[in-house]
T-cell receptor, first 113, second 112 residues
Framework: DGGITQSPKYLFRKEGQNVTLSCEQN?????MYWYRQDPGQGLRLIYY???????QKGDIAEGYSVSREKKESFPLTVTSAQKNPTAFYLC????????????FGEGSRLTVL | DAKTTQPPSMDCAEGRAANLPCNHS???????VYWYRQIHSQGPQYIIH???NNETNEMASLIITEDRKSSTLILPHATLRDTAVYYC?????????????FGKGMKLTVNP
């Protein structure tokens, strides 16, 4: 079955540690996205990528980094510079940039202790 | 700027139709209306989208008023599994999917 796989589902880290969240898709989609969701809130865009080796900052990119070396993969690193990293992180993809039908993964819940 | 307005919550009885309203009075002529839903602690799921005509798929129907200033998502026979937060989103005229703004949405609770 085609879809988006995020891992890990739950992650605990100590303050000051970098952590990388994995996102893999086998939908052959060109565009991929990372969102952050805080309790009771909507989604906020962190980074997005339209093609391999290219990505753009979203609304809240500070303290985060991404790479897009392969079409299928778009990992997100939460760095120690992110002041409030505890959140629910969602990865999504779309056939191409400009198409509104986003396909989401199941999310990764990061808790920084 | 919030481009859509939804009530914060709504209840529906299992087996009945759930009619979820959305106001988008400032929508432009070439902007689409998208609906997604998010079941607790999962990723959002695309439901349906439309421009001006009513749309139907296996999940729901979308009714857009003639002036396009509001729309209604209809779940014809709500089940307990339809309990979720529903997002009504207007697509931007410039840019693409990254411009979709997921606000707080509307919590639909389907009661047995």
């Amino acid at each position: 079955d085609g879809g988006i796989t995020q891992s890990p589902k739950y992650l605990f880290r100590k303050e000051g540690q970098n952590v990388t969240l994995s996102c893999e898709q086998n939908l052959n989609h060109d565009a991929m996205y990372w969102y952050r969701q805080d309790p009771g809130q909507g989604l906020r865009l962190i980074y997005y990528s339209q093609i391999v080796n290219d990505f753009q900052k979203g609304d809240i990119a500070e303290g985060y980094s991404v790479s897009r070396e392969k079409k299928e993969s778009f990992p997100l690193t939460v760095t120690s510079a992110q002041k409030n990293p505890t959140a629910f992180y969602l990865c999504a993809s779309s056939i191409r940039q400009g198409r509104g039908e986003l396909f989401f993964g199941e999310g990764s819940r990061l808790t920084v202790l | 700027d919030a481009k859509t307005t939804q009530p914060p919550s709504m209840d529906c009885a299992e087996g009945r139709a759930a009619n979820l309203p959305c106001n988008h009075s400032t929508i432009s002529g070439n902007e689409y209306v998208y609906w997604y839903r998010q079941i607790h602690s999962q990723g959002p799921q695309y439901i349906i989208h439309g421009l001006k005509n009513n749309e139907t798929n296996e999940m729901a129907s979308l009714i857009i008023t003639e002036d396009r200033k509001s729309s209604t998502l209809i779940l014809p026979h709500a089940t307990l599994r339809d309990t979720a937060v529903y997002y009504c989103i207007v697509s931007p005229t410039q840019g693409g999917s990254e411009k979709l703004v997921f606000g707080k949405g509307m919590k639909l609770t389907v009661n047995p």
